[in-house]
């Protein structure tokens, strides 16, 4: 019904930066709300950061904020992540999401999944 797909992951070392996109397709998501999400092997899947449907309002976990900056085209159809000063702990497969406008995004709320990209950090 709708497809989003992550590029940008790879390998980088500590404190250097990535930039990942999210291009969406089979549907427009411009008033969706939407996010990134990760998992690293044997971890329960944690949220990273989202962004309303104007991209008006961000939201980061503690863990990411300052260091990851979230941003969103709608005419392009894609979202991106920027992660700088990047740590060992943010190694994982990270995921697009979307979901509802007005409904706070979380992993039980999210209705469309990307299929992740591999992000690895080296200390």
């Known amino acids: 019904q709708g497809q989003l797909v992550e590029s940008g992951g790879g390998l980088v070392q500590a404190g250097g930066s990535l930039r990942l996109s999210c291009a969406a397709s089979?549907?427009?998501?411009?008033?969706?709300?939407m996010g990134w999400f990760r998992q690293a092997p044997g971890k329960e899947r944690e949220f990273v950061a989202a962004?309303?449907?104007?991209?008006?309002?961000?939201r980061y976990a503690d863990s990411v904020k300052g260091r990851f900056t979230i941003s969103r085209d709608n005419a392009k159809n894609t979202v991106y992540l920027e992660m700088n000063s990047l740590k060992p702990e943010d190694t994982a497969v990270y995921y697009c999401?979307?979901?509802?406008?007005?409904?706070?995004?979380?992993?039980?709320?999210?209705?469309?999944w990307g299929q992740g990209t591999q992000v690895t950090v080296s200390s």
């Open positions: 962004i309303n449907w104007t991209g008006s309002t961000t």
């Open positions: 089979g549907r427009t998501f411009s008033r969706y709300g």
């Open positions: 999401a979307a979901g509802p406008e007005g409904v706070r995004l979380t992993y039980s709320t999210v209705t469309y």
